[in-house]
């Protein structure tokens, strides 16, 4: 029988008065290791007092990347880069169609507890999957949202969205990948988050038969996030040159926020 983990606190709220957490989109395909080094930078900042919370919605160019729990052999084959990312977890993959989110959040004024905080965020992407019609589910062995295949044969399922994170004086770092419409091949390079069993495959909304825009997603995301985390401020969207930078404020974004 699978379990689903329902016994998991859910939910990460700030303390009355906390500002909205920042929400920045990026047009275009973000480098790697712009990212990851405008993401340390980030947190860092958040963790001084320096910068509200952010969440960042972005696509990587094709890419694998390397959990601190990874394995040699699991990579399959060097298809494209590989980038120690320095999350928790095995290998993943990142590439054009597929949503990465990178959560900083500071869980020292929210809840010191990560086992919560991974399990808001399984629960945030399966609150927005529904809004497709989707239904995601937890694991309690195998980290992630899950999708049930019966189509694929008894037990067969299929992982939508991976999640992997890294804590840094209680603030929080990656996030999760979310596949919109990637290509699934580039997945064949390694064992994704270690999950070698034929019966756990991949999947993707195009996968099921959706035609989704990420406009469409990046809308669901935003819309579950807030009775989950709290209020976000309005939305920046910024170009690829622009995501190693530190993020320009509006007067309206500044002041603006969703409850």
């Known amino acids: 029988m699978v379990n689903t983990r329902a016994n998991l606190t859910i939910g990460l709220k700030p303390p009355p008065g906390a500002p909205p957490v920042e929400w920045r989109i990026s047009e275009g395909l973000v480098d790697y290791q712009s990212a990851l ?17 952010l969440v960042w919605l972005l696509e ?27 999350r928790g977890g095995q290998f993943t993959y990142h590439g054009p169609g597929q949503r990465v989110g990178y959560v900083m959040l500071d869980l020292k004024r929210r809840a010191p507890d990560v086992r919560r905080f991974v399990a808001s965020i399984e629960q945030w992407l399966i609150d ?7 239904r995601g589910e937890r694991r309690d062995e195998r980290i992630g949202v899950w999708v049930r295949r ?17 804590v840094r ?14 290509d699934l091949s580039h997945f064949a390079g390694i064992v994704p988050c270690g999950v070698s069993e034929p019966r756990y495959g991949v999947t993707s909304l195009a996968d099921l038969g959706l035609t989704v825009s990420m406009p469409e997603v990046d809308s669901a995301l935003r819309a579950a996030f807030v009775p989950l ?31």
């Open 169 to 182: 004086q209680w603030v929080t770092l990656h996030g999760f990948a979310l596949n919109v419409d990637p």
């Open 60 to 86: 990587h160019p094709a890419l694998y990347t390397a959990g601190t729990s990874a394995q040699p052999h699991e990579l399959l084959e060097a298809r494209f880069p590989v980038h120690s990312a320095g």
């Open 128 to 134: 927005a999957l529904v809004r497709f019609n989707v």
């Open 229 to 259: 985390f709290g209020a976000v401020a309005h939305a920046q969207t910024v170009d690829s040159t622009e995501n190693a930078s530190p993020p320009r404020r509006s007067a309206k974004s500044s002041v603006s926020a969703e409850s």
């Open 37 to 53: 080094a405008a993401m340390t930078a980030r947190a860092a900042a958040i963790a001084r007092g320096e910068a509200p919370e």
């Open 150 to 166: 019966p189509d694929k044969g008894a037990g067969c399922e299929d992982k939508i969205a991976a999640i992997g994170i890294r």
